[in-house]
């Protein structure tokens, strides 16, 4: 037997890439519906072979249905998931609105999976931040053996994390560049083609952007309270894949040759690591792709147990909508077993 699946905001980046995913992954469905907007009401998406018209997600019944993967923005989330919730259909959440209510499980399943067992108090399930999502993938294996005290990060994040628009106004700007008499509108506060913006969601108090301050709760909150993290956030003029440069320092020494066997052996991770020209992986080649991939492993003799690696991911996938589609996956194990 399958499960009745809803993915909300199915015309979006998000949304399309979970009805791929799920297709791809050929997760067991009976019955499967796409909501938008009204303003996309009708519109057609691709799922497997086949092609589902959109539905008015503020007209949807939402009873009888198990899961509902939602891909849409915090104030539709806040509107439409308790209705959702209430109506005894799991929602699976990509937006920030539930990550750090203490009764909902914020969950990447290669690192927290026992976590799932906590949706009941809300129904409702958070995914974690594109950026964490990836960078927790490659420190759960690690922190496991030698206990992490703290973490350096800095990222180099796709324009595709911040919507269609975004990768428009990178288009056009790229264009413009070579055609000066286009005049394209900015999406972001300064020119994003051929720059880097080290300014990603809005700045809060303390001086770091809101984008900086989920790494660091999300992290403590899926892997372990006690960890330290600083994270410098920076948009680069990337389409899709996001990257970052992770400075980790350890409880115990470990030496980068065992750090490389353990993270090979990880779920989700693909180690591609040799001291080369091209022996590490770039954004553009990780698109599409499934895995968390590791490359540039090093000791970092600055500090007693240091180490370096870069991580690279599909931000549209395991930051967002292939952890959403894992965490259903979990979840139809471990609670809404079938058949």
């Given at each position: 037997m399958g499960y009745n699946i809803v993915v909300v905001g199915a015309t979006g980046n998000v949304g399309h890439e979970m009805l791929n995913i799920l297709a791809e992954r050929e997760f067991p469905i009976d019955k499967i519906e796409a909501l938008a907007s009204r303003k996309s009401l009708g519109t057609e998406v691709s799922f497997g072979d086949k092609t589902l018209k959109t539905k008015d997600l503020d007209t949807f019944d939402f009873t009888g249905w198990d899961m509902a993967l939602f891909a849409v923005g915090s104030e539709a989330t806040k509107k439409y998931a308790p209705i959702a919730a209430k109506a005894g259909c799991v929602v699976i959440d990509n937006s920030s609105l539930y990550r750090y209510d203490p009764d909902i499980p914020l969950i990447v399943p290669e690192v927290n999976p026992q976590a799932v067992h906590g949706y009941s108090k809300k129904n409702i399930i958070a995914n974690p931040n594109c950026s964490t999502a990836q960078m927790v993938v490659a420190l759960k294996p690690l922190h496991d053996r030698a206990t992490i005290k703290r973490v350096v990060v800095s990222t180099y994040q796709s324009v595709s994390g911040s919507g269609k628009e975004a990768i428009d106004s990178l288009w056009n700007e790229t264009k413009a560049i070579?055609?000066?008499?286009?005049?394209?509108?900015?999406?972001?506060?300064?020119?994003?083609?051929?720059?880097?913006?080290?300014?990603?969601?809005?700045?809060?108090?303390?001086?770091?952007?809101?984008?900086?301050?989920?790494?660091?709760?999300?992290?403590?909150?899926?892997?372990?309270?006690?960890?330290?993290?600083?994270?410098?956030?920076?948009?680069?003029p990337v389409f899709v894949g996001h990257s970052e440069s992770i400075n980790i320092e350890f409880e115990e020494f470990l030496d980068e040759d065992e750090a490389r066997d353990i993270?090979?052996?990880?779920?989700?991770?693909?180690?591609?690591?040799?001291?080369?020209?091209?022996?590490?992986?770039?954004?553009?080649?990780?698109?599409?792709?499934?895995?968390?991939?590791?490359?540039?492993?090093?000791?970092?003799?600055?500090?007693?147990n240091g180490l370096n690696l870069w991580c690279v991911s599909d931000n549209l996938r395991k930051g967002a909508a292939l952890n959403a589609v894992q965490i259903a996956e979990l979840l139809g194990r471990e609670c809404l077993k079938k058949g």
């Open positions: 070579y055609n000066p008499t286009d005049h394209p509108s900015q999406h972001y506060t300064k020119q994003i083609a051929f720059n880097v913006i080290p300014h990603i969601d809005v700045f809060m108090d303390s001086g770091d952007t809101k984008e900086e301050w989920k790494m660091v709760v999300e992290t403590k909150k899926i892997v372990d309270p006690k960890i330290k993290v600083t994270a410098t956030c920076v948009r680069v993270l090979r052996e990880a779920p989700g991770i693909m180690v591609i690591d040799k001291r080369e020209d091209g022996g590490y992986v770039t954004p553009i080649e990780c698109v599409g792709d499934f895995a968390t991939f590791i490359s540039r492993i090093r000791q970092d003799v600055t500090v007693e």
